[in-house]
């Protein structure tokens, strides 16, 4: 065992005299573990650090008892991570960016990579992008500049990210709308720790990568089927959206499908991919108790309003 690893063992006593000195040593090493060769090194350096700035940020006292082992790198993996801002929130955003490289994702931020025409560059760096994060707070809300980048990031259908950084605020106007239907997480102080909403968040892009990975498509083009045109589908586009892809939806894939079929407000908000996958199997095999279940348990009324259900559900089945 190293002395680094030795270090780590000890902080976790329950032995205040044993455990404290031993925090100090690391603390005073992280410089040096995060020029390590070692990612297990520079990871925990980083988690010190993001831990330190956490406490700093909403004045609570962080334990941070876990290493991550294993990495894998993902330098090669098609798209970058955007990070988009208010200048408020730099600070725990910039911790989040640190945390992200060391687990080996390429991630855009314009403290780093700003040239040029400052339009051109944003654009770039949503167009280039697999996912995007988005601040949630009245400061982002209010920024036109925020505005334009997630504007221009949905228009191209990146997978959204959501991070709550402000504790009191409920998204609200064009913020909401977009986020509506989306999971975000929560880095505005609720956990009493960086690592819990972090961790969560790692879990959600690894999901999304290996999805693109297991799609075969390129990062510029990562959605589901349906959201790649704006024109009319065709069959042919919907050849691989079986029932069992379906179950396997995002939420924001679930919301772009609502949103593409003008749905929104005719399904609940709150309906998720396997109980579409479920109205596809109804309505192939028993469609009797299909629109039964979508006008007494949907609560869909009118006959437009049933038009647009079956008519969405076709065009998956076709």
């Not at 297990?40 to 941070?64: D, F, P």
């Not at 290996?210 to 990062?219: F, H, I, L, P, S």
């Not at 050849?239 to 929104?264: A, N, P």
């Not at 108790?289 to 006959?303: D, N, P």
């Amino acid at each position: 065992m190293g002395v680094v690893e030795f270090l780590i063992q000890m902080k976790k006593s329950d032995d205040e005299k044993l455990n404290k000195p031993c925090r100090g040593a690391l603390w005073t090493l992280r410089t040096a573990m995060k020029q390590s060769d070692s990612k297990i090194y520079r990871e925990y350096a980083l988690q010190m650090e993001a831990a330190r700035t956490w406490s700093k940020l909403h004045g609570r006292v962080t334990k941070l008892d876990k290493t991550t082992n294993g990495t894998e790198d993902k330098t090669n993996a098609p798209g970058h991570i955007m990070i988009s801002y208010n200048s408020s929130d730099r600070v725990l955003m910039t911790t989040i960016r640190d945390r992200l490289r060391t687990c080996g994702y390429t991630v855009w931020m314009d403290v780093d990579q700003m040239t040029g025409s400052t339009t051109d560059a944003m654009a770039e760096a949503v167009e280039n992008s697999l996912i995007v994060l988005i601040c949630l707070s009245e400061k982002y809300k209010n920024s036109l500049y925020c505005r334009n980048e997630a504007n221009y990031a949905y228009d191209l259908r990146k997978t959204i990210i959501p991070l709550k950084t402000a504790r009191d605020y409920k998204p609200d106007g064009w913020l909401g709308f977009m986020c509506a239907s989306k999971l975000f997480f929560d880095f505005s102080g609720k956990y009493p720790n960086f690592e819990e909403p972090m961790s969560k968040l790692l879990k959600e892009i690894e999901s999304v990568y290996t999805q693109n990975a297991k799609d075969g498509q390129k990062a510029t083009t990562h959605q589901v089927r349906i959201s790649h045109s704006d024109t009319n589908p065709t069959p042919s586009t919907y050849t691989r959206l079986t029932e069992k892809t379906v179950k396997k939806w995002t939420v924001s894939e679930v919301h772009l499908w609502l949103q593409k079929y003008d749905l929104i407000g005719v399904l609940p908000d709150n309906i998720t991919a396997g109980e579409i996958a479920l109205l596809l199997r109804m309505q192939k095999e028993c469609q009797e108790f299909f629109y039964k279940c979508v006008q007494e348990v949907l609560k869909v009324k009118g006959l437009l309003s049933m038009s647009k259900v079956v008519w969405a559900l076709d065009e998956i089945s076709s």
